[in-house]
């Protein structure tokens, strides 16, 4: 059984003290491979360290909604860079977020649709942030989408019809922990999604699994999630894997 976290944080400095006890225990746990998002300039040397030191670790690159701030010409500066300097597995994590501040709104739209551009031009996934901004998100894919676009909507936690929107645009839905929480709303209509759009993802170290919400997240978790997701569409953990690890792969091209 081989599972796939489509997205962890592991350059996180909250693994800093155990983080080779974190990746042994998601290992231990069946978890082989981890797709690496990328925030802002400030994470870009850890997250290639962790690349050096550990196989499976495949990185992304992009900047996060929520470091779109005033220098963000120079942070989409150095994505740019690192996109013409090396090859990376996805664009990401970029997006919308309007649940901290929505000062930067016409900033993050521009940030957000010009690397999707990047994204075509390289031929690369993305991976969508998106929090209190559905519309916004959709109303950009609706303007960029194309055959060769794709991706996976990173930590859904919309509606069956946002669901059903987002697959429209070829995108997968990145599941992680919500779906164990009692007031996280998606388990009760998943089911009606095929699994064929489903990949796993921890979001390491944030939004941790029942029984372990609350505290730092990691990826040995994600059989939680599997375990969870195996109830709701009524098959085994192991056809969970399955299918969600081949999902990843239609996705990443790895």
């Known amino acids: 059984m081989i599972l796939t976290d489509t997205h962890a944080h592991l350059y996180s400095s909250q693994f800093d003290a155990?983080?080779?006890?974190?990746?042994?225990?998601?290992?231990?746990?069946?978890?082989n491979?981890?797709?690496?998002?990328?925030?802002?300039?400030?994470?870009?040397?850890?997250?290639?360290?962790?690349e050096k030191e550990y196989p499976?670790?495949?990185?992304?690159?992009?900047?996060?909604?929520?470091?779109?701030?005033?220098?963000?010409?120079?942070?989409?500066?150095?994505v740019k860079k690192h996109l013409e300097q090396r090859s990376f597995f996805a664009i990401g994590e970029i997006g919308i977020d309007l649940y901290w501040d929505k000062s930067f709104l016409k900033q993050q739209q521009e940030v957000f649709k010009t690397?999707?551009?990047?994204?075509?031009?390289?031929?690369?996934?993305?991976?969508?942030?998106?929090?209190?901004?559905f519309d916004e998100i959709f109303e950009i894919l609706e303007q960029?989408?194309?055959?060769?676009?794709?991706?996976?909507?990173?930590?859904?936690?919309?509606?069956?019809?946002?669901?059903k929107k987002a697959i429209s645009y070829n995108m997968k839905l990145g599941i992680g922990?919500?779906?164990?929480?009692?007031?996280?709303?998606?388990?009760q209509f998943l089911n009606q999604i095929p699994l064929s759009n489903i990949v796993l993802e921890t979001d390491a170290p944030y939004l941790a699994p029942i029984p372990y919400r609350g505290k730092r997240n990691e990826s040995s978790?994600?059989?939680?999630?599997?375990?969870?997701?195996?109830?709701i569409y009524n098959v085994s953990v192991e056809e969970i894997a399955d299918i969600t690890t081949q999902n990843s792969i239609q996705v990443f091209g790895i």
Request: glycine share 4%; hydrophobic share 45%.
């Open 18 to 31: 155990d983080r080779a006890d974190v990746i042994q225990r998601a290992l231990d746990a069946n978890v």
């Open 33 to 50: 491979r981890f797709f690496i998002p990328a925030i802002d300039s400030h994470y870009h040397e850890n997250m290639f360290a962790l």
């Open 56 to 78: 499976n670790m495949f990185l992304m690159m992009g900047l996060h909604p929520t470091s779109v701030k005033e220098n963000y010409k120079e942070e989409l500066a150095i």
């Open 115 to 133: 690397q999707i551009q990047w994204a075509k031009k390289y031929n690369l996934p993305i991976a969508i942030h998106c929090r209190d901004a």
């Open 144 to 163: 960029e989408k194309s055959d060769s676009l794709r991706g996976i909507f990173h930590c859904f936690t919309g509606t069956l019809e946002q669901a």
């Open 177 to 187: 922990g919500v779906v164990t929480f009692k007031n996280g709303k998606i388990d």
């Open 221 to 231: 978790y994600l059989i939680l999630v599997a375990h969870k997701l195996a109830d």
